[in-house]
């Protein structure tokens, strides 16, 4: 039996929902559980999809709440919004990250050793979020390198090199050990003020590395992670290591397709007319309807497609305050005829610019990087 936790965080993204279902048939034997921070301001999109998802793998999906909302009469955001006196969430103070997100997961993880598996995808140039707790650590299934970054970091640290050479021994021999020790004996140099490495000089190791095998390398880092306290130092096999598969935003629609669980509806593009062209727009993340995170246009998809919605953000703002979703402008003012002809005509001229593009794959104006906002949010 495992001794640590094995968890997904479900968005209500799809690629979050695309992973439940992937581990869910490609791993049967994984114990894994579920679970949703709810904010009580998803769209009706997102709970369709945990109902989806819960018919598919068979599970429940734990709904996990903040303790101090239990109760309380209001849906969890409204409660900390009275708590913070108004005061709207932004991107210098995410009182709802904390408060809605990675407290109640905190919690529920207590101090068990845990593995929480994130959707970040192969074409994603990013990390997510990582805990800051020692027992919680965080795995990529879907990239080329499954492990997070603080992980990277601690196995490539040039103090290491002979460390990992002697792990690679064990796993490889020949022309192939000696082509991948090659490159692990190779030393960073360092600044010598800030003593550091930059990140691109260790990703750039890091791909040399994953180009001799990316099993052989899973396998010396999870050797290496014996020497540590990380959660899967407790373990004596993990599943994961001999996964090559690089899923990408295209793999992602295929696996919810296929399932028959679907892609959340407000992933489905709506087409505008804005000087006799016309453009498709979509929201490009899960998470509260009035995230503040989300561009100007999905604001004017908000407005024209959930109205009702849109009047509720307008509710929250003070502008006698400064409590405003958007820093230089009011939800009013961003609806008036002539702004959101001009916030139209803007995402047209860069949707037409990426479509001019040649590029092997069609990138979208709207590809949802459900991460620029907050990585937290979507764990």
Known sequence: MSKTKHVIGISGGKDSAALAIYLHDKYPHLDLTYYFCDTGKELDDTYQLIDNLELYLGSKILKLENEEVTK???????????????????????????????DPFEKFVGDTP???YVGIRGDEDREGYISTKPNIQSIFPFRRNIWSEDII??????????????????????????KVLEIVYEPFDVHPKEKTITRRNRMAKLERILDTGIVPFNKVVFDF?????????????????????????????????????GVPGYYQKKEYQVNDEKGEYARS?????????QQKIE??????QHPDLFEKAKTYENEEEGFTWNQYETLEDLVKPRRMEQIKEEHLKRSNKEKSKDSKFLIDILDDTESEGCAACFI
Request: net charge negative; hydrophobic share 40%.
């Open 72 to 102: 309380s009469p209001d849906d969890p955001f409204d409660h900390f919004f009275k708590a913070y006196r108004g005061y709207i969430p932004s991107a210098q103070a995410r009182w709802c990250t904390k408060k809605l997100k990675l």
């Open 114 to 116: 845990t593995i929480s």
């Open 153 to 178: 970091n601690k196995v490539l640290y040039n103090k290491n090199i002979q460390m990992v050479a002697d792990l690679y021994s064990n796993h490889l021999n020949g022309r192939t050990l000696d």
């Open 225 to 261: 992670l014996k020497s540590t306290e990380y959660p899967l130092a407790q373990e004596d096999d993990f599943l994961l290591l001999e996964n090559e598969d690089i899923l990408i935003r295209a793999d992602i629609f295929k696996i919810l397709e296929n399932s028959g669980v």
């Open 285 to 293: 993340r899960s998470g509260c309807f009035f995230c503040f995170f």
């Open 299 to 304: 604001w004017v998809w908000l407005y024209e």
